[in-house]
């Protein structure tokens, strides 16, 4: 009887142990979790900040393309690619939504 005792006993000592790494584990996960979810959020942030950059760059260079040149067909041409290129980011903004 001793040892069935003492068995069981060293059972419910293991299961306990494993119940207490299994909350771990999952405050582990839920942190985790967290973590991803502003990490997305930052690459997020990021990709907005460049694509903000690059349509600045392109202005920038609408800009001195006009101030060296002054040839309005390739202005114009210019010009249209920027509206496609803004409308095809409205409408991807519009799609995330």
Same mark, same amino acid.
Not at 59 to 73: C, F, H, P, Q
């Given at each position: 009887? &001793?040892? &069935?005792?003492?068995? $069981?006993?060293? #059972?419910?000592? %293991?299961? +306990?142990?494993?119940?207490?790494?299994?909350? *771990?584990? %999952?405050?582990?996960?839920?942190?985790?979790? =967290?973590?991803?979810?502003? @990490?997305?959020? %930052? #690459?997020?942030?990021?990709?907005?900040?460049?694509?903000? $950059? !690059?349509?600045? =760059?392109?202005?920038? %260079?609408? +800009?001195?393309?006009?101030?060296? !040149?002054?040839?309005?067909?390739?202005?114009?041409? !210019?010009?249209?690619?920027? #509206? *496609?290129?803004?409308?095809?980011?409205? =409408? @991807?903004?519009?799609?995330?939504?």
């Amino acid at each position: 009887m &001793f040892d &069935f005792e003492t068995t $069981l006993s060293g #059972i419910e000592y %293991k299961v +306990r142990q494993l119940i207490e790494q299994n909350n *771990r584990l %999952k405050a582990d996960i839920a942190q985790l979790a =967290t973590e991803k979810e502003e @990490l997305n959020e %930052k #690459i997020k942030n990021q990709e907005d900040k460049i694509n903000e $950059l !690059k349509q600045e =760059t392109e202005i920038l %260079k609408i +800009r001195n393309t006009l101030v060296e !040149k002054g040839d309005s067909a390739e202005i114009k041409l !210019k010009i249209n690619q920027m #509206i *496609r290129n803004i409308d095809k980011s409205l =409408t @991807l903004l519009t799609n995330m939504d």
